[in-house]
């Protein structure tokens, strides 16, 4: 139902963007997110979006990241620059209520940043 893409391996300082498409699913009104979980640590928020535009990002990926959705096509981005060997993980998108408790999980896309 969460579909992501666009991983990858690039080098340190490019640029990557992530999409997830999110069908069969309907949360009104909704957050997007993006999440990621390096190697033996706990996975943590990237940056999320609400419905309305609203955006919040982790303080490691300010200025860098950029959230954005297409609410017609039901589809989250995440546009990375300046990308960094410490930006390596598994990214998952996720969709959640705004105001409940329901959520999904995409299955996850791999990016890899060599330095």
């Known amino acids: 139902q969460l579909q992501a893409s666009g991983g990858g391996l690039v080098q340190a300082g490019g640029s990557l963007r992530l999409s997830c498409a999110c069908s069969?699913?309907?949360?009104?009104?909704?957050?997007k997110a993006w999440f990621r979980q390096a190697p033996g640590k706990q996975r943590e928020l990237v940056a999320d979006i609400t419905s309305g535009g609203i955006t919040n990002y982790a303080d490691s990926v300010k200025g860098r990241f950029t959230i954005s959705r297409d609410n017609a096509k039901n589809i989250v981005y995440l546009q990375m620059n300046s990308l960094k060997p410490e930006d390596t993980a598994v990214y998952y998108c996720n969709l959640r209520q705004e105001y409940g408790l329901r959520y999904y999980w995409g299955q996850g896309t791999q990016v890899t940043v060599s330095s």
């Open positions: 069969g699913v309907i949360l009104t009104p909704n957050v």
